[in-house]
C-alpha cells in the first residue's frame, strides 16, 4: 500500500479524485470551483464570495456548482477525498 502524503491522503485516492476532475464529465467551471473550493491547486480553499469574485458570478452560484459537484464527487466515491485535502490545509 502507497504511504499518505503530508494531507494524509494516499496517492491513488489524490490521482483517482484529479482523473475524474480531468475527464470528460466534469465542465472547465465545475472543475476550477471545485479546485478552488477544496484547496486542490494551491493548497488554500477560497471561499464561495471569493470563488464568485473570481468568475465575476454571484456567491449564489459558486454555491449551486457546488452543490452538484459535491454530489457527482458523493456518486463517485470521491468527495472523502476532496474533504481531506481540504481540512489537511
Known amino acids: 500500500m502507497s504511504k499518505p ?4 491522503l494516499v ?3 489524490r490521482k483517482l479524485l484529479e482523473a475524474y476532475l480531468n475527464g470528460p464529465e466534469v465542465t472547465y467551471q ?5 479546485k478552488l473550493f477544496y484547496g486542490l491547486g494551491d493548497g488554500y480553499s477560497y471561499s ?3 470563488i ?5 458570478t454571484t456567491p449564489e452560484e459558486i454555491q ?3 452543490g452538484e459537484m459535491r454530489l457527482k464527487l458523493i456518486n463517485q466515491e470521491l468527495l472523502w477525498v476532496a474533504e481531506k485535502a481540504q ?3
Open 64 to 66: 449551486r456548482i457546488n
Open 87 to 89: 481540512k489537511a490545509k
Open 5 to 8: 502524503h503530508a494531507d494524509g
Open 11 to 13: 496517492p491513488d485516492a
Open 30 to 34: 465545475d472543475r476550477e470551483v471545485t
Open 52 to 56: 464568485a469574485r473570481i468568475f465575476k
Open 48 to 50: 464561495l464570495k471569493e
